[in-house]
């Protein structure tokens, strides 16, 4: 594929059309996975020329690649800033699951593409993974973990171990969007649309709220 060689300028329409690139890449590589996805589809998906996909991105690894850092990236930026500041342990951390909530809003594949790539590297080797995992993951792990031991000692939250509510956070968020299809199948709804996500974000504030905080902790 022959890439395209006018000199780049940047304005509001390229940043536009990359992020279109970057969404509809999103998509394809989580439901078709890397070998099955199609910059051709992709294109289409983004509503730009074929050409341009090669234009910002120079070939299918390096969209793939920025995908999946993007999405990484973006989840790190936002559920970091959640939970700093000086806010109570709660309302932090109420704060940590609304931007993760928020993050998947936008990009309801990223999950799914994540799950494709933990199979795809089974065959290829986890490096890249344990590489984004180090430079993003483990940060917002050691910040939670932190912010668990704070909510504990305060009396916010009840004691519990704080690896397993770490990994039980998580799962509340993540299943609801890499079982988006079954769960369509199964009840019929568009669950990623906006409705849905903000009916799952409430039952996941709820049960959080009913297992996490002390009576003496406030939600609202």
């Excluded at 500041?85 to 951390?93: D, N, Q, V, Y």
């Excluded at 704060?95 to 799950?115: G, K």
Aim: neutral net charge; charged residues 20%.
């Amino acid at each position: 594929m022959v890439a395209v060689v006018e000199t780049p300028t940047k304005s509001s329409a390229e940043s536009s059309n990359r992020s279109e690139i970057l969404r509809a890449a999103s998509e394809e590589f989580a439901l078709k996975g890397y070998a099955g996805a199609r910059t051709e589809g992709i294109a289409q998906a983004a509503g730009v020329k074929h050409t341009l996909v090669f234009y910002h991105f120079k070939t299918k690894d390096q969209l793939y690649s920025t995908v999946l850092g993007t999405v990484f990236s973006e989840w790190a930026e936002r559920v970091s800033h959640a939970l700093s500041g000086t806010a109570s342990p709660t309302r932090r951390l109420l704060a940590y699951i609304n931007s993760y909530f928020d993050c998947f809003a936008e990009f309801p594949f990223a999950p799914r593409l994540v799950q494709q790539e933990q199979l795809r590297q089974r065959i290829s080797g986890p490096e890249h993974l344990q590489q984004l995992a180090k430079r993003y993951v483990r940060p917002v792990h050691r910040k939670l973990a932190a912010l668990l031991r704070e909510g504990i000692s305060s009396g916010e939250f009840r004691d519990l171990d704080i690896e397993q509510c770490i990994h039980s956070l998580s799962a509340l968020i993540i299943f609801y969007f890499t079982g988006s299809l079954t769960l369509e199948s199964l009840d019929g709804i568009e669950s990623c649309s906006p409705a849905h996500i903000a009916v799952r974000r409430e039952a996941v504030l709820d049960f959080v709220s009913a297992a996490l905080f002390t009576s003496g902790s406030v939600r609202k």
